[in-house]
């Protein structure tokens, strides 16, 4: 599993959609494309929102970030994470 983060923006419309059913919704599509949700946090500032998730293929954590896009209206931006340890490693 890779981790990646979702840095997400809210349109207008997203704004008001804001609930925990929403929130259980995203949860519920990351882990039917094989992934988990590690954490998830609301921001003051851009971006709006992020999750950070364990997915077993960037393949899997594109197919995420469109899927919530179209289902909750925020705009997604997907990053690989990599640790500073595996990271170090490399150098």
């Known amino acids: 599993m890779s981790t990646f983060i979702l840095f997400g923006t809210y349109s207008a419309d997203a704004m008001d959609d804001i609930s925990s059913t929403r929130t259980e919704m995203a949860v519920e599509v990351i882990e039917k494309l094989?992934?988990?949700?590690?954490?998830?946090?609301?921001?003051?500032?851009?971006?709006?929102?992020i999750i950070i998730m364990d997915m077993p293929s960037p393949e899997a954590a594109?197919?995420?970030?469109?899927?919530?896009?179209?289902?909750?209206?925020?705009?997604?931006?997907t990053s690989q994470a990599v640790s500073v340890g595996d990271f170090d490693v490399l150098f």
């Not at 988990?36 to 609301?42: C, D, G, L």
């Not at 594109?62 to 931006?77: D, E, P, R, V, Y």
Request: glycine share 16%.
């Open 62 to 77: 594109m197919k995420a970030s469109i899927a919530l896009s179209k289902a909750t209206g925020i705009g997604f931006s």
């Open 34 to 49: 094989g992934g988990k949700v590690t954490a998830m946090y609301a921001l003051l500032g851009e971006p709006d929102l």
